[in-house]
């Protein structure tokens, strides 16, 4: 793996700040690398990829591409690849241009999934809660098919 980094779009960055647990926040989750990779799968799960335009040059930085594999969403990377080209070449580490490609359709449906959050999360005080009703939502959402992406995971 070659040094791919995963940026975040610079009008979403104070979102994934207030997503991550730290000292003055009380985020829902550990890490940025976490925040990003929930943003992607729900915007995988409404099926909204948005380029990022100017991306964060501060927090947070670009993230690097071995954190999420530390943190084994590199097989959530390969597979967004993999359904967006159609073609299984794709997941092959020996091309350095399908890394690229893995990061860029990451990126995309992350943001796409930040900008669904900045609207369901507008005006909340509490973030891990306003999720868990959201997830709860989703749950129980009686048009829910086997092939959409079960967020729950991460209640």
Do not use: C
Not at 7 to 25: F, G, I, P, S, Y
């Amino acid at each position: 793996m070659g040094a791919s980094r995963v940026r975040v779009a610079k009008d979403k960055a104070e979102l994934v700040q207030a997503l991550v647990a730290a000292a003055d926040t009380t985020g829902p989750f550990q890490t940025y690398a976490d925040a990003v990779a929930f943003a992607a799968l729900m915007g995988v799960q409404w099926q909204k990829r948005v380029p990022i335009g100017t991306a964060a040059k501060n927090e947070p930085s670009p993230i690097a591409l071995e954190i999420f594999i530390s943190r084994g969403y590199d097989r959530l990377l390969k597979l967004l690849a993999l359904v967006e080209t159609q073609t299984p070449q794709v997941l092959s580490s020996y091309n350095p241009e399908n890394e690229g490609q893995w990061v860029r359709f990451f990126e995309e449906y992350a943001n796409g999934g930040l900008e669904l959050l900045q609207e369901e999360l507008r005006g909340a005080v509490d973030y891990t809660e306003r999720l868990l009703l959201l997830l709860t939502k989703e749950r129980y959402q009686e048009e829910s098919s086997p092939e959409d992406f079960d967020l729950s995971r991460f209640l």
